[in-house]
């Protein structure tokens, strides 16, 4: 057994106040559920319109499942507001949330499950303790959302939940991360590997399928393939990509005119594809003495199966130029 | 900076690829098809010493926009069936949106919080449930429907 209810005890005790009730149970499965009750909670009000927030804390599987979960943590009426509440739930702002919402379209519920998948890890007080907490500050956040609501406070007279440390939670949830970019970058380190063996979930070789999915790009038509290494950063927004890759560039303008498709590229892998709707000129000038130009355009919806290619074949090494033509006169 | 999560990784039977602070195992898969049209997932591990967690993540689908407030209703009524796993969608405005799954397992440094053993089982668990959901989360970005028999798949 790798954790029971005198460890989730102690480790509710190390991070709740003394306000908060508590009560022990076993519940119809057979485990052991400690029941945590906020009365008279300023931040929260259930579906009666009490302010009272209960969080049950389960010890599942003998001990190899830590479950936080509170039902009916809200209580649609309709369809139309359950559909209302899950869309503020799954808002675009985390990526790394731990808490889940299930819905119950029968009835309405919505309830707020963290589930901590132990298996035969040893875990003390203070890694339960930091999960409940977790699971605290995701719950009144995602109160928040919902209702529009700004109280932090889950205890009357206490100080916002994980007071603290609920900034550097935050913090952390809202800072840049790009999985998109992990993988690409991670697709162009294949001699990185340094595990020859085979997976273990699946015995087939997987180095194999990484060599398929990095197949070679090809252009869709009269198109430049543009290279933004310089100026790309993980993360940017669509707006801030695509002002990068628009210009302003040292191209003859009834050369690039031909181009239908802008392929922008970084690290030998394509980024982002943009249907070129004109070129024109800018005040900035080129070392030819001409303006330089840029393209107005839209990513292209029926070329986004063409990011991730690798179009390194197309960069020779020691190539410097940031812009080439494809499949155009100039090519 | 320590790499809690190689120093189990070496010398097990699990292949993986080093970049930066982030672990990538590459799982082939028979029913998951990913973005560049292959039959694999890339799991991307990160040691969370501040959260005594390793993160564990996956890029899934990109997905018309018109489909994300459906997806996120599948996500909530999937989620009975997915053990310790969490879906986002992340909207590009583009017209297209991304969808991810993440699960984070409990570790603390110098003890034997996370085992390999652990990190197996998730690590398993996470593969099964990108496969068995697939034809559920494909076919509600095709449709922009439920389909509830595919659900009961899961």
């Not at chain 1, 109160?143 to 440390?165: C, N």
């Not at chain 1, 943009?274 to 080129?286: G, H, K, L, M, V």
């Not at chain 2, 999560?5 to 990538?24: A, F, K, S």
């Amino acid at each position: 057994m790798t954790f029971t209810l005198t460890t989730l005890q102690e480790a509710i005790d190390a991070v709740m106040p003394d306000s908060v009730e508590r009560s022990t149970f076993v519940n119809n499965s057979g485990n052991d559920v400690c029941l945590l009750t906020f009365n008279d909670s300023p931040a929260y009000q259930n579906s009666k319109g009490e302010n009272t927030l209960q969080v049950f804390c389960v010890v599942e599987e003998d001990g190899e499942m830590l479950q936080v979960m509170t039902p009916y943590f809200f209580h649609a009426e309709s369809a139309k507001q359950l559909q209302d509440i899950i869309s503020k739930l799954y808002s675009n702002e985390t990526l790394e949330r731990l808490t889940r919402f299930w819905a119950d379209p029968e009835d309405g519920e919505v309830r707020a499950i963290l589930e901590v998948p132990i298996e035969d890890a040893d875990v003390d007080k203070t890694i339960l303790g930091n999960f409940i907490s977790r699971y605290l500050v995701e719950l009144i956040d995602a109160y928040g959302k919902v209702t529009g609501s700004t109280e932090k406070s889950l205890t009357p007279g206490d100080p916002p939940i994980e007071g603290d440390q609920r900034e550097k939670y935050l913090q952390q949830l809202l800072q840049d991360f790009s999985l998109d970019e992990i993988i690409k970058a991670a697709l162009e380190n294949d001699s990185d590997i340094t595990n020859e063996a085979d997976a273990t979930v699946n015995t087939t070789s997987a180095k194999g399928s990484i060599r398929d999915a990095e197949s070679d790009f090809s252009a869709s038509g009269p198109s430049v393939i543009i290279r933004v290494s310089k100026s790309y950063k993980p993360g940017m927004t669509p707006s801030d990509l695509y002002e990068i890759s628009r210009g302003n560039w040292a191209l003859n303008i009834n050369n690039a005119s031909k181009a239908e498709l802008a392929y922008i590229a970084f690290k030998g892998k394509i980024l982002e594809v943009y249907e070129i709707a004109e070129w024109e000129e800018t005040d900035q000038i080129a070392g030819n003495g001409k303006p330089r130009i840029r393209f107005n355009g839209k990513p292209s919806q029926v070329n986004q199966f063409q990011i991730g290619l690798s179009a390194k074949y197309l960069f020779k090494k020691g190539d410097v130029s940031p812009v080439k033509y494809m499949k155009t006169d100039e090519s | 900076m320590a790499h809690p999560i190689r120093d189990l990784l070496d010398g097990q039977d699990i292949q993986y690829i080093e970049n930066g602070e982030y672990t990538v195992i590459p799982l082939p898969t028979k029913q998951y098809v990913n973005i560049q049209g292959a039959r694999e997932t890339r799991i991307c591990l990160q040691d969370k010493p501040e959260l005594a967690s390793v993160r564990m993540e996956a890029a899934l689908y990109e997905v018309p926009s018109e489909a994300i407030e459906t997806m996120k209703l599948a996500f909530s009524y999937a989620h009975s069936r997915t053990r310790a796993i969490t879906y986002e969608i992340y909207d590009r405005e583009n017209g297209l949106a991304d969808v991810y799954a993440g699960s984070t397992i409990p570790w603390q440094s110098g003890t034997k919080a996370i085992t390999l053993n652990a990190l197996q089982v998730n690590l398993s668990t996470f593969y099964k449930t990108i496969e068995s959901s697939h034809n559920y989360y494909r076919s509600v970005f095709n449709t922009n429907k439920i389909d509830t028999e595919l659900l009961n798949l899961i």
